[in-house]
């Protein structure tokens, strides 16, 4: 199994450094990475209606959109939960 490349899109640094306690950004950071092994993991969820699909990391959640033909993960947006849809 060929790994993935992940790709951050710049917006989305800057939401994850925005996040103020360092433990949750490590936290979100070690679950980015894991994308690359496996873009699809236990808990995932495609969001109707787009071609993005999003995890859970605490109180946090990821969207991203998966290209399997260029085996690329692109992260599109990181925050709160509450936030994330609006």
Do not use: C, T, W
Not at 5 to 30: G, N
């Amino acid at each position: 199994m060929e790994r993935y490349r992940v790709l951050i899109k710049p917006s989305a640094v800057k939401e994850i450094e925005a996040i103020q306690r360092k433990k949750d950004r490590q936290f979100i950071a070690q679950k980015i990475k894991q994308l690359s092994i496996d873009p699809r993991p236990h808990g995932y969820q495609k969001l109707s209606g787009h071609d993005r699909s999003r995890i859970r990391q605490g109180q946090y959640r990821i969207i991203y959109s998966i290209e399997d033909n260029d085996l690329v993960v692109y992260v599109v947006k990181v925050d709160y939960r509450k936030d994330i849809y609006r």
